[in-house]
C-alpha cells in the first residue's frame, strides 16, 4: 500500500483513549508505537503515568511499543534526550517497512520531533547556579518570564528547576546559531478528544480506579527505593501530591481534592498546547472519543492511504 505519511501521530489530552486508538491502528495497518509521554520512559512509575502496558495487545496480538521504561526513576529525562532516541527508534521502525505511530499528551516532545527543533545538550554552569542559588522561586520565575515565553509552569516547579531553565536559555543566547540536520518528517496529526463534561468525569473515575489499584504503594515504593522527594514533586501531578500525602504535609483528603484538580488544570493546557499547534499551521483531524473505535480507525486509514 502506497501511504502520504512517514509518521502518525495520536495525541489529546489525558484520559482522552489515545492508546487504545494507537494500538488498535498498528494492528491494522503493521505499525509500532513510539510514546510521546514525559513520565512514561521511567521504570516503575506506571499506575501514576498511566502507562495501560494492557491496552499495547489487540486481539490477542503484542503490538510492539517503544520509549516506555528506558531510565530509572530519579533521572531527570528530557526533550533533548526524547529527540535523540525518538530518531532512533524511528529510524528503525521505518528500515523494517512498518509504520512509526507516535502517541502521547506532552506537547513540547510531539513539537520537537515533528517540528525539528534544534536543541543541543546544554553543560551545567556553576556561576550562573551559585548567582542565583538565594533567590526566592518567585524571583527566579520573574528572571525566566523575562528571556523566555512561560507557555506552561513546569519550569518553575521548584527552584532547581527554575535555575536549570535560566541556565538553558541564557548557554541558548550566547552561543552562535546551531545547525540542525534533523530530518523533515511528513506527519498525520490525529486528535481525541471528548467535551468539556466528558472529559472531567473520566478523569475522576480514572483517578479513583488508580488509587485504588495501589498507585499510593507505587509512590511508597519510589521513595523507598531512594528516590529524593524533591524529584517527585519535580515529576508533578500524581507523583507530587502523592509525596505530600505519604510525608504528611496534605490530608487524604487534601492530596484528592487537589490532584483531581490538577490534572484537570493539566488537561487543559494540553488543549491549549494543542490548540496553539493549530493556530501556527498544523493540521489536527479530530476524532470524538465517543465515536466506536472501528469507526475511528477507518477514518485514520483513509487518511493514511
Same mark, same amino acid.
Given at each position: 500500500?502506497?501511504?502520504?505519511?512517514?509518521?502518525?501521530?495520536?495525541?489529546?489530552?489525558?484520559?482522552?483513549?489515545?492508546?487504545?486508538?494507537?494500538?488498535?491502528? @498498528?494492528?491494522?495497518? %503493521?505499525? $509500532?508505537?513510539?510514546?510521546?509521554?514525559?513520565?512514561? *520512559?521511567?521504570?516503575?512509575?506506571?499506575?501514576?503515568?498511566?502507562? !495501560?502496558?494492557?491496552? #499495547?495487545? *489487540?486481539?490477542?496480538?503484542?503490538?510492539?511499543?517503544?520509549?516506555?521504561?528506558?531510565? !530509572?526513576?530519579?533521572?531527570?529525562?528530557?526533550?533533548?534526550?526524547?529527540?535523540?532516541?525518538?530518531?532512533?527508534? &524511528?529510524?528503525?521502525?521505518?528500515?523494517?517497512?512498518?509504520?512509526?505511530?507516535?502517541?502521547?499528551?506532552?506537547?513540547? #516532545?510531539?513539537? @520537537?520531533?515533528?517540528?525539528?527543533?534544534?536543541?543541543? +545538550?546544554?553543560? *551545567?554552569?556553576?556561576? =550562573?547556579?551559585?548567582?542565583?542559588?538565594?533567590?526566592?522561586?518567585?524571583?527566579?520565575?520573574?528572571?525566566?518570564?523575562?528571556?523566555?515565553? /512561560?507557555?506552561?509552569?513546569?519550569?518553575?516547579?521548584?527552584?532547581?528547576?527554575?535555575?536549570?531553565?535560566?541556565?538553558? $536559555?541564557?548557554? #541558548?543566547?550566547?552561543?552562535?546559531?546551531?545547525?540542525?540536520?534533523?530530518?523533515?518528517?511528513?506527519?498525520? &496529526?490525529?486528535?481525541?478528544?471528548?467535551?468539556?463534561?466528558?472529559?472531567? +468525569?473520566?478523569?475522576?473515575?480514572? =483517578?479513583?480506579?488508580?488509587?485504588?489499584?495501589? /498507585?499510593?504503594?507505587? *509512590?511508597?515504593?519510589?521513595? %523507598?527505593?531512594?528516590?529524593?522527594?524533591?524529584?517527585?514533586?519535580?515529576?508533578?501531578?500524581?507523583?507530587?501530591?502523592?509525596?505530600?500525602?505519604?510525608?504528611?504535609?496534605?490530608?487524604?483528603?487534601?492530596?484528592?481534592?487537589? =490532584?483531581?484538580?490538577?490534572?484537570?488544570?493539566?488537561?487543559?493546557?494540553?488543549?491549549?498546547?494543542?490548540?496553539?499547534?493549530?493556530?501556527?499551521?498544523?493540521?489536527? #483531524?479530530? =476524532?470524538?472519543?465517543?465515536?466506536?473505535?472501528?469507526?475511528?480507525?477507518?477514518?485514520?486509514?483513509?487518511?493514511? &492511504?
Amino acid at each position: 500500500m502506497n501511504q502520504k505519511y512517514k509518521l502518525i501521530t495520536i495525541l489529546g489530552p489525558t484520559a482522552c483513549g489515545k492508546t487504545a486508538v494507537a494500538a488498535n491502528l @498498528a494492528l491494522e495497518i %503493521n505499525g $509500532e508505537i513510539i510514546s510521546a509521554d514525559s513520565r512514561q *520512559v521511567y521504570r516503575g512509575m506506571d499506575i501514576g503515568t498511566g502507562k !495501560d502496558i494492557d491496552e #499495547y495487545i *489487540v486481539n490477542g496480538k503484542q503490538i510492539p511499543y517503544h520509549l516506555i521504561d528506558i531510565v !530509572d526513576a530519579g533521572h531527570k529525562y528530557n526533550v533533548y534526550e526524547f529527540q535523540q532516541d525518538f530518531i532512533r527508534v &524511528f529510524n528503525s521502525i521505518s528500515e523494517k517497512n512498518k509504520m512509526p505511530i507516535l502517541c502521547g499528551g506532552t506537547g513540547m #516532545y510531539i513539537d @520537537a520531533v515533528t517540528k525539528g527543533y534544534k536543541l543541543i +545538550k546544554v553543560p *551545567v554552569n556553576n556561576e =550562573l547556579r551559585k548567582q542565583f542559588e538565594n533567590k526566592s522561586l518567585d524571583e527566579l520565575s520573574l528572571i525566566l518570564s523575562k528571556i523566555k515565553n /512561560m507557555h506552561n509552569k513546569s519550569d518553575i516547579v521548584t527552584k532547581k528547576r527554575a535555575i536549570r531553565a535560566i541556565e538553558i $536559555e541564557e548557554y #541558548y543566547k550566547n552561543e552562535p546559531k546551531i545547525e540542525n540536520n534533523y530530518p523533515k518528517i511528513k506527519c498525520l &496529526f490525529i486528535g481525541v478528544k471528548y467535551d468539556r463534561d466528558s472529559r472531567r +468525569k473520566r478523569i475522576s473515575k480514572r =483517578l479513583k480506579q488508580r488509587l485504588d489499584e495501589g /498507585m499510593i504503594d507505587e *509512590v511508597q515504593t519510589l521513595l %523507598n527505593k531512594g528516590v529524593n522527594t524533591e524529584t517527585l514533586i519535580y515529576y508533578g501531578l500524581e507523583y507530587k501530591y502523592l509525596t505530600l500525602y505519604l510525608t504528611k504535609i496534605l490530608s487524604y483528603n487534601e492530596m484528592f481534592t487537589k =490532584l483531581e484538580t490538577a490534572i484537570h488544570q493539566f488537561a487543559k493546557r494540553q488543549m491549549t498546547w494543542f490548540r496553539r499547534m493549530e493556530r501556527k499551521g498544523v493540521k489536527i #483531524y479530530w =476524532l470524538d472519543g465517543y465515536t466506536p473505535m472501528d469507526e475511528k480507525i477507518e477514518r485514520i486509514k483513509h487518511l493514511v &492511504f
